[in-house]
């Protein structure tokens, strides 16, 4: 019977990205996907028709250039498209923009605080100080701190020589920016509640955190490391929705001779005297691969493909407490027409551009109590956007998509599952907050897709719904991420690999980890890597 | 929060702002006059506002400073009024030099730095009374401003856009002025300022500016922008007054051995490379540093850095062999080792001479001053002609007038 070069179970962004690099190094590789469609999280489902909805991840900016060049993504039809800043609606009937230009954003800011308006160079400044320690990082294994390979020495002797390039203020920021609350950090440099919310969004999306939590500040600078072309920080839509990241990953993978099951549900891994020796899917067939690849988190790896007897229990216990807590939901809808919101002067660019209506921190914190309460929230945070208005290709003309996401929303409602009654009370606390600042909204709802933590994980598989596949907290980074002792993308088990976002570089659409993972088995291997390209300098 | 009703647009001040996203480049006060004279249309972005690069023909803009009165809408620099019991105390230290010396009616020139002793900006310091005054920059300092001024009794009010600004430089420009009928102008010696009646409002002209010629400041409340400018127009019709756009003044700046924030150096707020960051010392600007004067911020710094012999970097004035402008041009010493950096060059129509700013990296341009040389790599039809020519380093400024400090100042 036939076994694979190499297994990778899920068709995520990662999985798919991993399976290309492998492919091209000269494997014959298998992508087993439990959905009759690829993509994971990284989907444009047509589910009313006419409308294509992003529905779950939903705008790109971490997801590697060096990757789309390598594996030809733009020839497979992969076009980013840069968006205007955004907005947050206030409560008085006014809101603030933040603008692409320099001094429109200045501007816009003196309305509320001519100081804070002078703040945003100094803050603007250590964010991306802080950003271009990091970003080298995304794109290299983490060093093993208790190894004393020589690869893992030199690797950390290389984020040593990076630290020390730092100033010893810049060190000290480093050191308190990765741990501290975004709402501690905001506070350095602003004045006025609605600008440090505008800017606190950034540090709790898809976290299990409020803005007054330690750690936030680390979530920020992960949103800001990424890039449209260059322009460092800018977020894109992939036109066609974030299923066109995915569509041209398997179309790219496909060319190179790699093949697909979707339908193709993972039951559990195969493993005979300690090693991956292939899958078997939920029917029961057998497949066989000389090493086996998991896109799945960490948790749904080892806690349901693989049987406890095989793993050391140090890990398995680090597994069972690793962090993946769910917390966002998200509300797909199709619009017969662009909805109006009154504080917005027609002519705003906002109206391409995200939008929000959580104008405090204290707000976002006050959402975030009722996480902890294990209820949805009454007030959410809304991260929303209409791709439409700069993408024709997601909904016939004059009519538009709206891709809202939602926190926070908690894994399970007072301790039990979530039922369809409390699904369609999280959607209506949605609507009804755009509804307050767009009269007449709901009378342009053609369908509406409600996804809270349930759906996530029953339909992308994400445990718990956790965006990220685990949080992005100081304690589960780098050489921690998932688990210490296992953040090189190998697991215990002989032939079991892992790619998905619960590894190093982490979540966010961001491709890194899949390629990443693909090196290391490619060295595994002693298979030459001329088909990956390096991290691209940062100078 | 209530979540049925629907909240309505707001309609104070604030809401009323909301319209400036259609006008990213604002104009300057003077706007009307500048667009009828912008026959380029080629504008630049100063600070938010729409700034000429060139009016009618950049080259001969620049022999209007030179040969008559140019004048040079200054609007966009960002103005800070600063009030109260304790400014003076407050601004020495803030800002590098000794404001105990500055004497009402006088301007200097000054720099201030953050706590490490970088320098955040440069500047002039204008103190209109005993106990107002009025920081102009390039750059944005509000909040480090208002920090600062925590104990002081002090105000500090950004006030760029309240205040139109306007440069008339040149060896006619007194004599433009007195015709306008500012009587007592001429008793403005160089860095003084006073006060003058305008419109029924107040012009306050001081003897300054960015040329190395004779020429005045004057700064006016927005709304008599225009009015002054047609008083100058008019007053100097039959003294050659032209408008220029901000070529013309850099070349006139860089005869004179100005340095230009973020184009001669990198400001310490902008500065993303940790390197980048520059000490006054580092920068031209050591003699503002007055150790005797008490603390000022970045003192501790800056005396350590000086004693410690920590400095690294030193602005320079080269006089570059043969006429091509060595803009950007890599220094190097001995023809192959880099030793710094050309940040603006120009042939000097006045000094008849090949010059430049440079910054080297210590000790050369320091103790070590002779064997450099400039790399200047010339785009000529879409070729480089690559030239090594050799560099002396020389005192600034580049040109010496005497019209700038004649007293009383001469009609041309």
Known sequence: ?539 | MNHHSTIEPSTDARTLAQSHFRTPRLGTPFQPRIDALGLQQDWYNWAGYRAPHSLWDEELEYFAIRSQAALFDISPMTKYRIEGPDAEAYLDRVTLRDVTKLRPGRVHYTAWCDDEGFVLDDGTLFRLSPTRFRLCSQERHLPWLLDSAIGYEVSVEEETEAVAGLALQGPTSFAVLRDAGFAGVERLRVFDLAEFAHDGATVTISRTGFTGDLGYELFVPADKALSLWDRLMAAGELRGIRAIGYTALNRARLEAGLIVANADFTTAEHAIRADRLRMPDEIGLGFMIDPEKGHFNGRRAILEARAKKKLRHVLVGLEIEGNIPAEHAIVYYKKSQEVGLVSAAIWSPMAKRNIALASLQRPYGDAIVDDLWVEIYAMRELQYQKLMKKAKIVPRPFIKLDRRTANPPADF
Request: with cysteine; hydrophobic share 40%; aromatic share 10%.
């Open chain 1, 1 to 539: 019977m036939k076994a694979w070069d190499a297994i990778v179970i899920g068709g995520g962004h990662n999985g798919l990205v991993n399976a290309c690099y492998l492919q091209r190094a000269g494997l014959d590789v298998l992508v087993v996907e439990k959905n009759d469609w690829v993509g994971g999280a990284a989907t444009s489902r047509e589910l009313t028709p006419g409308f294509l909805y992003s529905n779950c991840s939903y705008v790109c900016s971490l997801f590697r250039p060096e990757i789309m060049r390598d594996l030809e993504l733009p020839r497979f039809g992969l076009q980013v498209i840069s968006y205007e800043g955004g907005a947050v609606f206030t409560r008085d009937g006014d809101y603030l923009a933040n603008y692409r230009d320099h001094d429109a954003h200045r501007r816009e800011f003196a309305r509320f605080s001519r100081r804070d308006a002078e703040a945003y160079d100094r803050y603007s400044r250590d964010v991306t100080r802080q950003c271009r320690f990091i970003q080298p990082l995304l794109m290299r294994t983490a060093p093993d701190p208790t190894s004393f390979r020589p690869r893992d020495l030199g690797e950390l002797l290389y984020l040593g020589r990076k630290f020390a390039g730092l100033t010893a203020e810049e060190m000290a920021l480093t050191l308190r920016f990765w741990t501290m609350s975004i709402s501690d950090f905001l506070d350095e440099y602003f004045e006025t509640d609605v600008i440090k919310a505008n800017f606190a969004l950034s540090g709790i999306i898809g976290t299990a955190l409020g803005p007054m939590s330690p750690g936030t500040a680390y979530v920020l600078l992960h949103h800001y490391m990424g890039e449209v072309d260059g322009s460092v920080g800018a977020w894109g839509y992939a036109r066609g929705g974030m299923g066109a990241v995915t569509k041209a990953l398997a179309a790219s993978f496909r060319a190179s001779g790699g093949t697909i099951r979707t339908g193709a549900e993972v039951d559990h891994v195969l493993i005979r005297n300690g090693k991956a020796r292939g899958v078997v899917l939920s029917g029961g067939e057998e497949v066989y691969g000389k090493l086996v690849v998991s896109n799945a988190d960490v948790k749904r790896t080892f806690l349901k493909l693989v049987e406890e007897k095989e793993l050391p229990d140090i890990f398995l216990r680090r597994v069972r407490n690793f962090k993946i807590r769910g917390s966002s939901g998200k509300v797909n809808i199709a619009l017969d027409s662009l909805p109006e919101f009154p504080a917005l002067p027609k002519d705003s660019p906002v109206y391409r551009a995200d939008m929000h209506f959580t104008d405090s921190i204290e707000r976002m914190e006050r959402a975030y109590d009722d996480w902890k309460a294990g209820r949805w929230s009454a007030d959410p945070f809304l991260d929303m956007m209409i791709p439409t208005t700069l993408d024709p290709t997601m909904a016939p003309p004059g009519k538009h998509f709206m891709s809202c996401f939602v926190q926070y929303a908690p894994p399970k409602i007072n301790g039990r599952d979530w039922t369809d009654a409390d699904r369609d009370g999280f959607a209506e606390s949605v609507i009804s907050q755009i509804a307050q600042y767009s009269p007449g909204f709901r009378d342009r709802i053609v369908h509406m897709e409600v996804r809270t933590p349930r759906e996530i994980e029953a339909e992308v598989g994400l445990t718990e719904g956790n965006i990220f596949q685990g949080e992005l907290t100081f304690d589960q980074l780098l050489f921690n991420r998932p688990v210490p002792g296992y953040a090189q993308y190998r697991s215990p088990l002989s032939g079991l690999y892992m790619c998905g976002s619960s590894t190093h570089p982490g979540g966010g659409v961001m491709g890194a980890p899949g390629r990443n993972a693909a090196a290391e088995i490619l060295r595994d291997l002693a298979k030459p890597t001329p088909h990956m390209s390096p991290a691209h300098d940062v100078i």
